[in-house]
């Protein structure tokens, strides 16, 4: 039976993102398979995500640096209960410091079994080593790449 309090409804929205100049380099980079930070001369700092300032110095980032492609876990979570519009669960996903840069990213992590939790989760823990893997076809968007176990 119907309940006469809720509605339900699908809306669908489109939008364009304006990514401005460090968000635009850094999806470029990401066109050419390349994962791009930005560096603080004054402290010596590598930001990825990239960054306009540093937030140390309180100066304009002024160099790009190519992060490498493997790094280290420094949070993670396994999602066992999606929403509307996510990946089905179990997924995986963890904040990765790569090799060269000073800050963490986050993106999803593949190649790790889910079926037990507790045993992925201990396959995730900080410090455990994971590497970039870029899909076929990258368009310039966060989800051109994921994360791998290094094997």
Known sequence: ERDPTTLTETWT????????????????GLKQRKILAT?????????????????RSFEKCDGWV??????VVEASTIVTRGFEGSRTPPFAI????????DSAIVNYVEGIDLSDI????????????????FVDEPQGRITDFHFVPVA
């Open 13 to 28: 929205v489109r939008y364009d993102y304006a990514t401005g100049e460090v968000a635009g380099a850094f999806m470029d």
């Open 66 to 71: 190519e992060a490498g492609k493997e790094g």
């Open 94 to 101: 963890a904040f990765v410091r790569l090799d060269g840069v």
């Open 39 to 55: 560096r603080c001369s004054k402290s010596g700092l590598t930001y990825l995500p990239p960054r306009a300032y540093c937030e």
């Open 118 to 133: 507790r045993a992925a989760a201990g396959r995730l823990r900080p410090g455990t080593r994971l590497r970039v893997k």
